[in-house]
């Protein structure tokens, strides 16, 4: 079974950019959650959606943004990008939506210049 | 405080000897715990997770849990180089996973 898949690999923007990153959840996941981990930090959380329903918000400003779609695939929306995005992108799907047992997709490397 | 924290190391060890990682957290309430392994440039990776006090073991690697002193750690036997790596404690709440800043292990041969 494929387990979490994410797009784009890595990505380059420019301050003030948008960006829309990519998850697919394991086959079965019906929970997807978003973080963000800077070099030397662990991942902070972003949001968690759960069946198609944000179910979680981190302490992020209203520049970023998620949804999930009925194959329970999801996007995070960056607005206005600043040189403090600057991290790595992290999707995490998991069974149900007590937040237990989450499995890491690869992430999504995003510099902004 | 910090609602969970681990010593960010560097630990180095020799190569067969036990690593040993600790974390503490704050909130009494929380039921399980988790330890990620995560190499460097690479996504985090679930390799234990506990739910009740004691010792639950997993090949070379135990987790050993005390709620009374909120306190969970890893232990790690007979380490290889493999294992260098950053491991990270995460606690969930309410559907997301609170994680400390790891710990940065070091196996030497």
């Known amino acids: 079974d494929a387990g979490v898949t994410q797009s784009p690999t890595h990505l380059i923007k420019t301050r003030g950019q948008h960006v829309t990153l990519r998850c697919s959840p394991i086959s079965g996941h019906k929970s997807v959650s978003w973080y963000q981990q800077v070099l030397g930090q662990g991942p902070q959380f972003i949001f968690q959606?759960?069946?198609?329903?944000?179910?979680g918000r981190g302490n992020f400003p209203d520049r970023f943004s998620a949804r999930q779609f009925p194959n329970y695939s999801s996007e995070l929306n960056v607005n206005a990008l600043l040189l403090g995005d600057s991290a790595l992108y992290l999707c995490?799907?998991?069974?149900?939506?007590?937040?237990?047992?989450?499995?890491f997709g690869p992430g999504t490397r995003l510099t902004v210049t | 405080q910090k609602e969970v924290e681990q010593n960010s190391g560097p630990l180095s060890v020799p190569e067969g000897a036990i690593a040993s990682l600790n974390c503490t957290y704050s909130d009494r309430g929380s039921q399980s715990f988790f330890w990620y392994r995560q190499y460097s440039g690479k996504s985090p990776e679930l390799i234990m997770f506990i739910y009740s006090n004691g010792d639950k073991e997993d090949g070379r690697f135990t987790a050993q849990l005390n709620k009374a002193s909120q306190y969970v750690s890893l232990l790690i036997r007979d380490s290889q180089p493999s294992d260098s790596a950053t491991y990270l404690c995460a606690v969930p709440s309410y559907g997301k996973l609170t994680f400390g800043q790891g710990t940065i292990l070091t196996v030497h041969p």
């Open positions: 959606y759960y069946e198609k329903e944000e179910r």
């Open positions: 995490a799907s998991s069974l149900g939506n007590t937040g237990r047992e989450q499995y």
